[in-house]
């Protein structure tokens, strides 16, 4: 037997045994979330299901991530503090070379971006390695494109790196099949009903049963719910467009990556190209997202005007969706009134330096009753978590 959550709204619920997992998503928080299920109970048969005919199709496989433990939410911020440590140092096995490469992160802003550079200083101080405030001559050594005379401060993070997105979710996928775990792509979810303790899932290949069901399916997860008579949370997907341009033809080796302090573009080396985002958030349906020209083209004046890169032409340019719940925090745990229906979506643009402690807080939801010892040495806002915060969900 297996005990949900120890919350006061559970505790009505009777203790449901757990033989078949269903996780419906096989992106970073699906992949996540079935290695880490597995793990914590590899007597357990997890299935991992996804739509697409490959895995980590849509919003992981396009984005280019950065691990910065200062962003985001205080609760996604704890989680990725607690993940930390499968990034630096992954199980023996999942990975063949490091997850990690050092990048500082350097935000900038000009006179009157003051108030916003001093808010983002403030929340920086909370992290391991705290921000550190620099100069507008530090800012142009750190990035040599800027333009000098629009800088007047910036925000360094001295402890920032690039995640090979494709590795950490691999590293995931190896842990899940090397336990035991099952994967069936191109079968999507169409609805699923309550069996008995259990849910009986109406997919593509045929039918799917399950004790307990993970919705990890990102832009799709309250179209998920619905299709489960669940009710929705209130996701919202925001596409981002992004773009590679050509560099500047000198040696980028060890440049920051760059980004106005209000959200307002990004950059950062990629080889001999420079990849650019205007850091939109455009509110959008489930999809497969495709870039915006209109979106292009401001990035590019706003890039132009902040640095001497001079960008003419795009090389190549593709979109994905950043998917928020109302209060922008990632909702993982059981549903108020579903409770063998394990939410774990939301994660906007945190979901790649967060999976790793996203995915063990799924499994000891599902197995322990509540956060295990891996979150000892974080503060975990769980409340702040846990789905029956959201208005319409127990929340007020």
């Not at 007597?43 to 433990?69: C, F, I, K, M, Q």
């Not at 409770?339 to 967060?354: A, K, L, M, S």
């Amino acid at each position: 037997m297996h005990v949900f959550p120890g919350r006061s709204a559970l505790c009505e619920h009777a203790p449901v045994a757990v033989d078949r997992i269903a996780v419906i998503g096989g992106g970073i928080a699906g992949a996540s979330a079935a290695h880490h299920l597995v793990e914590a109970n590899p007597g357990v048969d997890v299935l991992l299901l996804e739509a697409e005919p490959h895995l980590a199709y849509h919003t992981t496989g396009r984005s280019a991530a950065l691990l910065l433990e200062n962003y985001g939410t205080p609760a996604n911020r704890a989680l990725c503090t607690a993940g930390l440590p499968f990034l630096r140092e992954p199980p023996d096995g999942l990975v063949d070379a490091p997850l990690l490469t050092h990048r500082r992160v350097l935000h900038v802003g000009g006179p009157d971006q003051g108030g916003a550079i001093e808010q983002m200083l403030a929340e920086g101080q909370l992290a391991t390695t705290p921000s550190v405030e620099v100069g507008a001559d530090e800012a142009v050594r750190l990035f040599p494109l800027l333009r000098r005379e629009r800088i007047e401060r910036g925000i360094l993070e001295p402890d920032g790196a690039d995640i090979d997105v494709g590795a950490l979710h691999q590293a995931f996928i190896r842990g899940f099949r090397r336990a035991g775990g099952r994967i069936a792509v191109a079968t999507r979810v169409d609805a699923a009903r309550p069996d008995g303790d259990g849910w009986r899932l109406d997919t593509t290949d045929g039918d799917v049963l399950a004790d307990l069901v993970v919705n990890a399916a990102g832009a799709w997860g309250d179209v998920v719910a619905r299709g489960a008579g669940v009710e929705p949370i209130g996701l919202q997907p925001l596409r981002r467009t992004a773009f590679m341009v050509n560099g500047p033809g000198v040696d980028t080796t060890g440049w920051a990556f760059t980004a106005d302090v209000e959200h307002a573009w990004y950059m950062r080396d990629d080889g001999e190209q420079m990849l650019c985002s205007l850091a939109n958030e455009t509110p959008s349906e489930p999809c497969d997202a495709k870039p915006e020209e209109l979106e292009v083209a401001l990035a590019i004046e706003r890039i132009n005007e902040a640095t001497t890169l001079g960008i003419r032409s795009v090389n190549s340019a593709w979109a994905g969706l950043r998917t928020f719940a109302p209060d922008r925090s990632i909702v993982i745990g059981p549903d108020p009134d579903h409770p063998t229906f394990i939410w774990c979506v939301g994660q906007g643009g945190t979901g790649i330096q967060t999976s790793p402690g996203a995915g063990r807080l799924v499994a000891d939801l599902a197995f322990g009753g509540g956060p295990s010892s891996y979150f000892a040495d974080v503060d975990l806002d769980l409340p702040g978590l846990l789905p029956d915060r959201l208005p319409g969900r127990g929340g007020l």
